[in-house]
């Protein structure tokens, strides 16, 4: 796991052991309120499918993955920041089942890390059922250029549902070709990089074209239930768009990259470690 900007690698922390910190409360632990800071807000884009449309004609159950939402959204809460959820349409998002089943999440991790999943799980659970924010989400085509400019930053937030929605939709898309124009810090994990793919600059020209990057890897999708079935295989996309792709040296370990404004990270083990990275951009 790294991070890279431009003048040279900088060392992110490995995933903390999330169940240690749930049993305290909040993943990343309280802050007193005395002690929160007055920071700015973050911009959280996610995805409002609940199904996939897979190659095969069947539709499969989908949505937002529950770590890679949960674990940043507590910690840039946790930092002081205030958040703003928003999706196409200002629809509720719906989690994917697959990231609140052990059986599942227990394969989303390397092997031999620590098993922490009921906890997490329980802890996501309570999070995603609590949060009237995901019940009433902004509608990205309501957000205006002046809007997104009162933002310090964007987090688009993962999950197989984001291929399904994210890179059809022309409000997304001009959020995001604004979040570049106005130079803010943008945290993509997983899936969320779907979002990207549709950008083009006004040569017609994709704008992240040469950055350095991750997302989740052909590796891991081929390993998934939906191998060979999905409408597009997102590694290979960014590859051909122009990404400088890398990835963890072991399949489904955290891994975060750093280039310029944009940070990503490859899978939902990064989740942790992609949040710290966007804090500590924020802070400056």
Not at 6 to 24: D, Q
Not at 56 to 85: K, M, Q
Not at 184 to 201: F, T
Not at 251 to 270: E, F, K
């Amino acid at each position: 796991m790294k991070s890279r900007d431009r003048g040279g690698k900088v060392p992110l922390p490995r995933h903390p052991g999330i169940a240690a910190l749930v049993a305290r409360g909040p993943l990343w632990g309280e802050v007193p309120q005395e002690g929160r800071r007055t920071m700015a807000d973050v911009l959280i884009l996610m995805t409002k499918a609940k199904t996939l449309g897979l190659l095969d004609g069947r539709r499969h159950a989908s949505g937002f993955w529950a770590e890679e939402f949960v674990v940043p959204y507590e910690r840039f809460l946790n930092e002081g920041h205030t958040v703003d959820i928003a999706t196409i349409g200002g629809r509720a998002p719906t989690p994917d089942q697959g990231s609140l089943t052990a059986l599942s999440v227990c394969k989303t991790r390397p092997e031999g890390s620590p098993d922490n999943d009921e906890a997490n799980i329980a802890h996501y659970e309570q999070v995603i059922g609590s949060l009237a924010a995901l019940r009433a989400p902004l509608n990205v085509s309501d957000i205006t250029r002046e809007r997104l400019a009162g933002y310090a930053g964007v987090y688009i937030s993962g999950g197989h549902g984001a291929m399904e929605d994210m890179p059809h939709d022309a409000a997304m898309t001009r959020v995001v070709r604004w979040i570049l124009d106005l130079e803010k810090p943008l945290a993509v994990v997983c899936h969320g990089h779907s979002a990207l793919l549709p950008l083009r600059d006004s040569e017609g020209r994709w704008p992240l074209e040469g950055y350095e990057m991750t997302a989740f890897s052909h590796d891991e999708e081929k390993v998934t239930d939906m191998a060979g079935k999905l409408p597009f295989v997102l590694q290979v996309e960014l590859e051909r768009l122009g990404a400088k792709y890398e990835k963890a040296k072991v399949i489904w370990d955290s891994h975060v990259v750093a280039d310029r404004n944009l940070i990503t990270g490859q899978n939902p083990y990064s989740s942790t470690a992609l949040a710290e990275a966007f804090v500590k951009r924020l802070a400056g």
